[in-house]
């Protein structure tokens, strides 16, 4: 798979531990202002890969080009125009907010007054200026998941490399650490962004790479990855009456058109390959066992389902 | 080298060393007060010494076993109770109430006199004593001999036994069908003297009252003792060795932790956002290496300086060479943390083998006790390890009073011993993250 793009590129990157090979002659490319989800289950080789575009491990074959010029061990400063957000909080909890990004500032050449407002501006990013002062151990999960963030992008570097930002953060800290990236993709930054949360690929990125045991299986935008792999449309019912047995639920499942089914808490989920010539038939089934509905939705093709097509198993399966 | 990168992680490593205030009490209160208390153990200062218990069972009872009885309670050096008898004796040793018992055996008094001139079996003076306290007994058996020497002797030469002794040996000699006639006509007329001697010190004025003989066999010496340290005066310090020691070990105590540090930055992800920045890894580890090293030596001056302004310990010898030892010792500290994170896996594992390591090297590296106190061959064998060399340095240094010629071999020796440790480091490290 040719990169397209100049910012972040990978050509035929393996790497190999023992008898295990991580990551398998991956391919990929980043342009500005793009974001680019990383979606794989644990184990899949995401964190691998992240490790070799930010220069942690060397490769055994294939080459990463930061801004068009090949990232080498024995140049580290060309790892300037990379941010990396690990999937770890890689905060010192000891110290406060601005004495850990000052650190990492640092770190990336920043001194003085430009030190000062890199940490300022990073801090006013993340919405945490007023705590710029408080140790780290003071803060909730989401606040420091955002300065996670933040010590990652002090240095206003051209590419971000997001491993699972989002891990164990509430619903209201996850929006805003959604915002934040948008914000950055708006201004021009490419990011990758790694996770097996398909809600959070789907919403979130331009394009996404699946990837499973070390090797990438499918590269595209969301629609396009289910258009490509005719994944199956989803219908979602709630059941306010139903007869008593499961034979309700074979005659549903024997319905043609229809993938699978599962039943759950007064909700039943049909997989079906197409909604508008088979909705109708699971309805008279339903109507036929005398099966009652107090709602109806369907939702198009997921990720979720077009993981399944491709691996054969469930994205967080272990 | 990134400067800039190297000083801010030596700066966020002192940050986060003051930022636990625990961790920096336990790093500094910990040794002075360990060094507070072995110094005082072994401070040396005899003339503050107790006076050695002793008891005495005189089974005896005669006038000699009384008399010397009478010369040890009037020892200074020591603290002598009479009690009843040998078993007495023993139950109150065996109870730690005493450090030794002497039992004067019956017919002490008469037998020592006859065994002083003839080949008569010699009373046997039992000296119980407590097995923990080996060094006073042997004080209480020199005290010991002395008193009975003196009193014996006088006895044979000037007292109404010694006469009859005397007479009895002459008479013997004069019969003995198996000595050389040469020999009795020798050892008579000594006998003969011996008696003449007896009788003139028995007239009021005589021989015993000016001296001589008659007022028996005294130690031909007397003893001074003189601890030997820096110049003549200055008496020995304890707390001087006994700071070295523990500075010593808590500098590596506090290196350990430097070390597991980076185990513990290697879990948590901080490793990974260090490692992404663009700095080469070996300013990452020169950095630890170089900070572990400030507080090293931080430790070292806090504990010695507290020894000095509390405890009297002085630089006797040179103050360059102390400081060049401090210097070299954190140096090899810091180099030990960072090979301790080379070789460790988890921290917890780490931590605890690296503790039991630190005080197997303290101990045998004569932290604790003098390694003079070693067996030679273990004495020998100790002068491997690091600690070995700074804690004889800064003897040297310090309650020795020895010039810079003293510090330096043991600042080299450290210096090698923090290069080993940096190859090590290098060699064993895991660069790459997976």
């Not at chain 1, 060309?78 to 990396?84: I, N, P, V, Y």
């Amino acid at each position: 798979m040719e990169p397209r793009a100049t910012a972040l590129a990978a050509k035929g990157l393996t790497k190999t531990y023992g008898n295990l090979t991580a990551v398998d002659g991956v391919s990929l490319g980043l342009a500005p202002g793009e974001i680019l989800g990383l979606l794989g289950p644990n184990g899949a080789g995401k964190t691998t890969t992240v490790s070799l575009l930010a220069g942690l491990t060397a490769p055994d074959a294939g080459e990463v080009l930061l801004g068009g010029e090949v990232l080498r061990e024995d140049r580290p400063e060309a790892k300037g125009s990379l941010g990396l957000v690990p999937q770890e909080l890689a905060l010192y909890e000891a110290l406060s907010a601005e004495e850990n990004l000052r650190l990492f500032g640092a770190l990336y050449g920043l001194a003085g007054k430009a030190l000062t407002a890199a940490v300022e501006r990073g801090l006013r990013f993340v919405g945490l200026w007023d705590r710029a002062g408080h140790k780290v151990r003071t803060f909730s999960g989401g606040m420091k998941r955002r300065l996670n963030l933040a010590a990652g992008l002090l240095h206003d570097p051209a590419v971000l490399l997001l491993d699972e930002p989002t891990v164990g953060v509430d619903p209201q800290s996850r929006n805003a650490i959604f915002a934040l990236l948008e914000d950055l993709k708006s201004r021009g930054k490419a990011l990758l962004y790694t996770t097996h949360y398909m809600e959070e690929a789907e919403r979130l990125c331009d394009r996404i790479v699946i990837m499973d045991h070390g090797r990438i299986l499918a590269e595209g935008t969301a629609a396009s990855l289910s258009e490509k792999l005719a994944a199956p449309a989803r219908l979602c019912a709630q059941i306010s009456g139903a007869p008593e047995g499961s034979a309700w639920i074979e005659e549903v499942r024997s319905v043609p058109g229809v993938r699978g089914v599962s039943w759950e808490n007064g909700r039943l989920v049909a997989d079906l390959a197409d909604v508008t010539a088979h909705l109708p038939g699971v309805l008279e089934a339903l109507r036929a066992r005398g099966v009652r509905l107090s709602s109806l939705s369907t939702e198009g093709p997921g990720l979720e389902a077009v993981f399944l097509a491709l691996t054969g198993r469930e994205l967080r399966d272990p | 080298m990134n400067a800039r990168a190297f000083s801010a992680l030596v700066r966020k490593d002192l940050a986060l060393f003051f930022s636990d205030r625990r961790a920096v009490l336990l790093s500094l209160a910990a040794p002075i007060a360990i060094a507070a208390f072995f110094g005082f153990l072994f401070s040396g200062s005899s003339s503050e010494s107790a006076p050695i218990a002793l008891l005495v069972a005189d089974e005896d009872g005669g006038p000699l076993s009384r008399e010397i009885a009478a010369r040890l309670s009037a020892d200074a050096a020591l603290s002598v109770r009479a009690v009843s008898g040998a078993s007495e004796a023993r139950e109150e040793v065996r109870k730690g109430k005493a450090a030794a018992a002497v039992v004067f055996p019956k017919d002490f008094s008469g037998g020592a006199v006859k065994a002083f001139f003839g080949r008569e079996a010699r009373p046997e003076l039992r000296l119980l004593h407590d097995p923990t306290r080996g060094a006073e007994a042997a004080m209480v058996r020199g005290i010991l001999t002395q008193h009975v020497m003196e009193v014996v002797s006088r006895e044979a030469f000037s007292g109404p036994q010694g006469r009859i002794v005397a007479e009895e040996s002459l008479s013997r000699v004069q019969s003995d069908p198996n000595l050389p006639e040469r020999d009795r006509k020798v050892l008579s007329d000594l006998l003969r003297s011996v008696i003449s001697w007896q009788d003139r010190a028995a007239q009021p004025g005589g021989e015993g009252a000016s001296g001589g003989p008659a007022g028996g066999l005294r130690v031909p010496f007397t003893t001074t003792l003189e601890p030997v340290t820096s110049r003549k005066g200055v008496s020995y310090n304890g707390y001087a060795h006994s700071f070295a020691g523990m500075a010593v070990q808590f500098i590596l105590m506090a290196a350990i932790e430097f070390g597991v540090g980076i185990l513990v930055e290697r879990r948590s992800g901080i490793w990974r956002r260090l490692r992404a920045a663009p700095v080469r890894p070996g300013v990452l580890l020169l950095s630890r290496g170089a900070s572990g090293a400030l507080l090293s030596l931080l430790i070292f001056l806090v504990c010695m300086g507290f020894g000095m302004a509390v405890f009297g310990v002085r630089i006797r010898g040179s103050a360059a060479g102390f400081l060049a030892l401090g210097a070299a010792y954190s140096v090899m500290a810091g180099a030990f943390g960072v090979m301790l994170a080379a070789l460790g896996r988890t921290p917890e594992a780490t931590r605890g083998l690296a503790i039991f390591a630190v005080l197997l090297l303290v101990m045998l590296g004569g932290g604790w006790v003098p390694a003079i106190l070693f067996p030679a061959w273990l004495n020998r064998a100790t002068l491997a390890l690091p600690t070995r060399w700074a804690v004889d340095g800064l003897d040297a240094v310090t309650w020795r009073g020895l010039g810079l010629g003293s510090a330096l071999p043991a600042a080299g020796v450290l210096l090698a011993f923090a290069l080993l440790f940096s190859l090590v480091a290098a060699w064993r490290f895991r660069w790459e993250e997976a």
